[in-house]
């Protein structure tokens, strides 16, 4: 078992830059790959991105693709979301999520643990 706390959430301009993390307990957590989403007022939860459990293989929505990036650092129990060039539309509540195994993972089911969600909100 896995219990995420996420931190980072904020308000931005629009443009700007803001640095999620997500620290995982637990002594496994190099087992879980691992997922951000995001969830607007009024809005579906929406898959934002993915990393494998080694790290070596991330996956993006195309809504975030070329300005979001996702690391992990095992030795920490951490993964960071760095978001760049962050637009109005960015703003929502963002959640980490962690699963067991291997496989792309990007449906909210996917995912049997999740955090309590970090508010990020960018202004124009």
């Known amino acids: 078992q896995v219990h995420l706390v996420e931190s980072g959430g904020g308000l931005v301009q629009a443009g700007g830059s803001l640095r999620l993390s997500c620290a995982a307990s637990?002594?496994?957590?190099?087992?879980?790959?691992m997922g951000w989403f995001r969830q607007a007022p009024g809005k579906e939860r929406e898959f934002v991105g993915y990393i494998s459990w080694s790290g070596s293989t991330t996956y993006y929505s195309n809504s975030v693709k070329g300005r979001f990036t996702i690391s992990r650092d095992n030795a920490k129990n951490t993964v960071d979301l760095q978001m760049n060039s962050l637009k109005p539309e960015d703003t929502a509540v963002y959640y980490c999520?962690?699963?067991?195994?291997?496989?792309?993972?990007?449906?909210?089911?996917?995912?049997?643990?999740w955090g309590q969600g970090t508010q990020v909100t960018v202004s124009s």
């Open positions: 999520a962690a699963e067991i195994g291997s496989g792309l993972l990007t449906r909210s089911n996917d995912y049997s643990y």
């Open positions: 637990g002594r496994t957590f190099s087992s879980y790959a």
